[in-house]
């Protein structure tokens, strides 16, 4: 049966006895605020809610069953897919898990390549992250414009380099597809130059905007307690309080040799979440300083790794980075052959949504649009989805 | 380079399966060894004690793992499996080692799979499986959901995908796939259905419902088309 839309039930008290009325609503599939095709089963009493169940799978297309059924690089596409804003990440866990499983090596200026790309992507996603973010709360275009014109620029930097703005398939087991060249790396240099200024006027505009502190600050607070406990990763967690980021803890790729620091927040409220991203987009800018200045000339691929016929010996693996929206983590099993015998993606957005009805109780129902954008959710993602 | 760096700062597997084994009577674990050098060994622990110890992980002051990072699960069909055993065997007269194929059955079962993490003394991951003993009828685990509530939705997802039954669940329906579909499309032997699609429509409903407004000569012309 399809989902009604409404419905109205009776609100009883401890004895039983009707008090008043409660207001089931569908907030969802299709709805632009759901950021996607995403479904809230909210019971309201009055603005206030008290109950609130996510409903997600509408595109599910089972990512994982086709992960067992196609080879180890025939994935790699695919996971451009999951969180279509940041392929150049999802393409970075996979190929770390399969290069942990296979035990290959990544030349040095590969490794440099994928720290840049990396940190271009989180500064992408935070920037239109914050542009829907206050979208939601009503400031209806303009913001996100100029997100989304920064955003473009990387992605211009992106499609250069590996022939597509978000689908980018840029990353192979041992290494990265092509090498990047001199005029792309100024190019880069000047734009992460500039992206301070653009930083500048963002946080100008929006840090002491009284419609924005009115809106975010002292709604849906988490605790540490909470947020370690429903295994909430990223910047939702670090917003709680919580020191604890993947580059730091797993030091993967060549994350140990940056200067950069872990912002944290203190309530785990809106705002927080929300200069959570404006300070890791400044971190990031720190990073991406030191690689473009310190990337050494060589080979981008190691000659060893295989990409046709490539057969990991038996074992299983769990890699993980750290991705815009939290930790992303691969699980292979191999058998032997020439796909997976297992293939499981740990998705973030996923993850982090399950503690959405504790975010959102008590408060309103508008509010409920914000807080689930500040969860920073892509549907790919949560859904596992496949489109072709 | 290799890009990724093992964790040095945890004690051993065995240490810790020794110690789970002295706190908690009773309980046996093995230890899955990993061919792959890089990835982790991991703990089996029995499935009527799986939520003693993961409490215990979660608690003690030297592991404190609190974060439950990835939960999924594992369908191993019966099989055949093959292995190479090396024997001495006196062949014409001289002893030869001689390689022999030894073949075992393995039963049945599906594997559910934690990794687990500390945040707060950034250690991990320990790997935390579970079986059932059959892919049929006895398909229940304990659910760890009241251990890290971050299981919640992948436990979920595994009881969609896997029809792996988590008992203590807090609510276990399906997540991804819709409530009325049959099946779980993760196992390695599911077969699709011609059409996916078909469900019976409103429109098919009408259809009948409508039937019993035509005379009788009538009706033979009306024959929707319902599926069994």
């Given at each position: 049966?399809?989902?009604?839309s409404?419905e109205?039930?009776?609100?009883?008290?401890?004895s039983?006895a009707?008090?008043?009325?409660?207001?089931e609503?569908?907030?969802?599939?299709?709805?632009?605020?759901?950021?996607g095709?995403?479904r809230m089963?909210?019971?309201l009493?009055?603005?206030?809610?008290?109950?609130?169940?996510?409903?997600?799978?509408?595109?599910?297309?089972?990512?994982?069953?086709?992960?067992?059924?196609?080879?180890?690089?025939?994935?790699?596409p695919?996971?451009?897919?999951?969180?279509?804003?940041?392929?150049?990440?999802?393409?970075w866990?996979?190929?770390?898990?399969?290069?942990?499983?296979?035990?290959l090596?990544?030349?040095?200026?590969?490794?440099?390549?994928?720290?840049?790309?990396?940190?271009l992507?989180?500064l992408q996603?935070?920037?239109?992250?914050?542009g829907?973010?206050?979208?939601d709360?009503g400031?209806?275009?303009?913001?996100?414009?100029?997100?989304?014109?920064?955003?473009?620029?990387?992605l211009?930097?992106?499609?250069?380099?590996?022939?597509?703005?978000?689908?980018?398939?840029?990353m192979?087991f041992?290494g990265?597809?092509?090498d990047?060249?001199?005029?792309?790396?100024?190019?880069t240099?000047q734009l992460?130059?500039?992206?301070?200024r653009?930083?500048?006027?963002?946080?100008?505009?929006l840090?002491?905007?009284?419609?924005?502190l009115?809106?975010?600050?002292?709604?849906s607070?988490?605790t540490?307690?909470?947020?370690?406990?429903?295994?909430?990763?990223?910047?939702?967690?670090?917003?709680?309080?919580?020191?604890y980021?993947?580059?730091?803890?797993?030091?993967?790729?060549?994350y140990?040799?940056f200067?950069?620091?872990v912002?944290l927040?203190?309530h785990?409220?809106?705002?927080?979440?929300?200069?959570?991203?404006?300070?890791?987009?400044?971190?990031s800018?720190?990073i991406?300083?030191?690689?473009?200045?310190?990337?050494?000339?060589?080979p981008?691929?190691?000659?060893?790794?295989?990409?046709?016929?490539?057969?990991?010996?038996p074992?299983?693996?769990?890699g993980?980075?750290?991705?815009?929206?939290?930790?992303?983590?691969f699980y292979?099993?191999s058998?032997?052959?020439?796909?997976?015998?297992r293939?499981?993606?740990?998705?973030?957005?996923?993850?982090?949504?399950?503690?959405?009805?504790?975010?959102?109780?008590?408060?309103?129902?508008?509010d409920?649009?914000v807080?689930?954008?500040?969860?920073?959710?892509?549907?790919?993602e949560?859904?596992?989805?496949?489109?072709? | 380079?290799?890009?990724w760096?093992?964790?040095?700062?945890?004690e051993?597997?065995?240490?810790i399966?020794?110690?789970?084994e002295?706190?908690?009577?009773?309980?046996?674990?093995?230890?899955?060894p990993?061919?792959c050098p890089?990835?982790?060994?991991?703990?089996?622990?029995?499935?009527?004690?799986?939520?003693?110890?993961?409490?215990?992980l979660?608690?003690?002051?030297?592991l404190?793992?609190?974060?439950?990072?990835n939960?999924?699960?594992i369908d191993?069909?019966e099989?055949?499996?093959?292995?190479?055993?090396?024997?001495k065997?006196?062949v014409?007269?001289?002893?030869?080692?001689?390689?022999e194929?030894?073949?075992t059955?393995?039963?049945?079962?599906?594997?559910?799979v934690?990794?687990?993490?500390?945040m707060?003394l950034k250690?991990?991951?320990?790997?935390?499986?579970?079986?059932?003993?059959?892919?049929?009828?006895?398909t229940?685990?304990?659910?760890?959901?009241p251990?890290w509530?971050g299981?919640?939705?992948?436990?979920?997802?595994?009881?969609?995908?896997?029809?792996?039954?988590?008992?203590?669940?807090?609510d276990?329906r399906?997540?991804?796939?819709?409530?009325?579909?049959?099946?779980f499309?993760?196992?390695?032997?599911y077969?699709?259905p011609?059409?996916?699609?078909?469900?019976?429509?409103?429109?098919?409903?009408?259809l009948?419902?409508?039937k019993?407004?035509?005379?009788v000569?009538?009706?033979?012309?009306?024959?929707?088309?319902?599926?069994a």
């Open positions: 049966m399809p989902p009604k409404f109205v039930k009776p609100k009883l008290d401890e039983g009707s008090i008043g009325e409660l207001l609503i569908s907030m969802g599939p299709h709805h632009p605020s759901t950021h095709v995403f089963d909210v019971v009493d009055g603005e206030k809610v008290v109950k609130l169940k996510p409903v997600c799978g509408y595109l599910h297309r089972n990512h994982e069953k086709i992960g067992e059924n196609i080879s180890y690089l025939a994935s790699m695919y996971t451009d897919r999951l969180d279509y804003f940041c392929s150049m990440t999802n393409n866990a996979y190929a770390l898990t399969i290069e942990k499983l296979a035990g090596a990544v030349p040095e200026r590969a490794e440099y390549i994928r720290v840049i790309m990396a940190e992507t989180r996603n935070h920037t239109s992250l914050i829907f973010f206050v979208h709360m400031a209806l275009g303009t913001p996100l414009m100029y997100a989304f014109r920064e955003r473009e620029k990387i211009d930097l992106f499609e250069e380099v590996s022939g597509a703005r978000m689908m980018c398939n840029y192979r041992g990265v597809r092509v990047v060249n001199d005029e792309w790396i100024a190019r240099k992460v130059a500039n992206y301070g653009f930083l500048d006027e963002f946080e100008t505009f840090n002491q905007n009284e419609i924005l009115a809106r975010t600050q002292g709604v607070p988490l540490k307690e909470q947020a370690v406990n429903a295994s909430l990763t990223g910047p939702l967690l670090r917003a709680a309080g919580v020191n980021d993947v580059r730091k803890v797993d030091k993967y790729g060549i140990s040799r200067d950069f620091k912002p927040g203190e785990g409220d809106l705002y927080d979440r929300y200069m959570m991203r404006v300070l890791e987009m400044r971190e800018i720190k991406l300083n030191q690689a473009l200045r310190d990337i050494p000339a060589g981008v691929m190691d000659p060893k790794a295989k990409l046709r016929g490539f057969r990991p010996k074992g299983e693996v769990y993980r980075i750290e991705s815009p929206k939290g930790e992303l983590g292979i099993i058998d032997g052959g020439p796909n997976p015998y293939y499981r993606v740990r998705p973030p957005s996923f993850i982090n949504i399950t503690i959405l009805e504790d975010m959102c109780l008590g408060h309103r129902v508008a409920v649009i807080i689930l954008g500040s969860v920073d959710i892509v549907l790919g949560v859904d596992r989805c496949q489109p072709i | 380079m290799v890009s760096v093992p964790d040095k700062k945890l051993t597997l065995e240490q399966k020794l110690r789970i002295s706190a908690l009577p009773l309980t046996k674990l093995d230890i899955l990993n061919e890089a990835g982790e060994r991991s703990l089996v622990v029995d499935a009527g004690r799986g939520l003693a110890v993961a409490k215990f979660r608690d003690d002051a030297q404190k793992l609190d974060y439950c990072s939960v999924t699960g191993w069909p099989a055949k499996i093959k292995t190479k055993v090396k024997k065997m006196l014409e007269g001289v002893e030869k080692e001689v390689e194929i030894v073949e059955l393995r039963s049945g079962h599906l594997e559910v934690y990794h687990l993490y500390s707060e250690h991990g991951p320990i790997v935390l499986r579970m079986r059932t003993a059959n892919r049929t009828d006895q229940h685990l304990p659910s760890l959901t251990v509530r299981a919640e939705f992948q436990e979920r997802e595994i009881y969609d995908l896997y029809g792996v039954i988590f008992d203590g669940h807090p276990l399906r997540i991804l796939m819709w409530d009325e579909f049959v099946g499309p993760m196992r390695r032997d077969v699709e011609d059409d996916f699609e078909y469900e019976p429509t409103p429109h098919d409903e009408v009948v419902e409508a019993k407004h035509y005379p000569e009538a009706k033979a012309e009306v024959k929707p088309e319902v599926k």
